[in-house]
């Protein structure tokens, strides 16, 4: 049986790149939450490491930037390797609320899905037009291929078990790994649930390309056909 999420239990990874100005603040307040964070600073040329260390979290970089897909690979196999029996992923940007980490915890908890995913989508008050429209329609697609109900599955607020995460090393190394990771978790048979977290928009610069990364998105859903309507004898409907 699976140990129940705590803060002992539970590493905080934090891919970040060009973070300096917020990363101490985030860690910081992870810290609150987690006895533990990692940090993976993707071959940033500023002070996000130091600022992180400054905060208490433990660093990690890349000497050169490989993508967010790459980091988070790297936090998962650093802290697989340490035992942790879930890894939480947030942004270092400052869009997550670290006083929000208790709420997946709890989620994970109640539902025992290996998967949770943030949802932004229960208060789009303050999401732009565009986003809302864009968040709406890709996590329909990746519901209707997972055969999960995913509300916002570009949300990278997200706690995993650690044993869904050995099926997530694929090649996707920039911002559709997130995607693919859903994608992939439903195919292995795991449950994916969702917890509503706040929607955040402050001067943070998005580091999205909307039309290469729109391009990479339509590739990545041609390669997955729906599931059926069972995996691995699991109901695969919310």
């Known amino acids: 049986m699976t140990d129940r999420a705590d803060r002992t239990n539970v590493a905080a990874l934090i891919p970040a790149y060009f973070e300096e100005a917020q990363i101490q603040a985030v860690a910081r307040r992870a810290l609150a939450q987690l006895d533990h964070v990692l940090v993976l600073d993707d071959g940033s040329a500023d002070r996000t490491a130091e600022e992180a260390r400054k905060a208490g979290a433990e660093v990690i970089r890349h000497e050169q930037n490989k993508g967010k897909g790459a980091a988070i690979k790297t936090g998962f196999r650093e802290l697989l390797a340490r035992g942790f029996a879930y890894v939480l992923v947030l942004d270092g940007d400052g869009q997550h609320l670290p006083e929000e980490i208790p709420g997946l915890i709890r989620e994970a908890n109640r539902t025992g899905a290996s998967v949770i995913v943030g949802t932004r989508m229960s208060d789009t008050r303050k999401m732009p037009w ?109």
């Not at 509300?151 to 990278?156: I, R």
Request: overall charge positive; proline content about 6%.
């Open 130 to 238: 565009v986003r809302k429209m864009t968040n709406r329609f890709m996590s329909a697609q990746i519901s209707r291929l997972c055969r999960q109900r995913v509300p916002d599955s570009q949300c990278g607020f997200r706690l995993l078990r650690r044993d869904v995460i050995p099926h997530l090393f694929c090649e996707s190394d920039k911002y559709d790994y997130e995607t693919e990771m859903l994608l992939i978790a439903a195919r292995e048979g795991f449950r994916i649930a969702s917890t509503p977290v706040t929607t955040i928009y402050g001067q943070e610069k998005s580091k999205i390309h909307p039309v290469r990364d729109t391009i990479r998105f339509f590739k990545l859903i041609s390669r997955y056909k729906p599931l059926p309507k069972r995996v691995k004898g699991k109901l695969s409907t919310d």
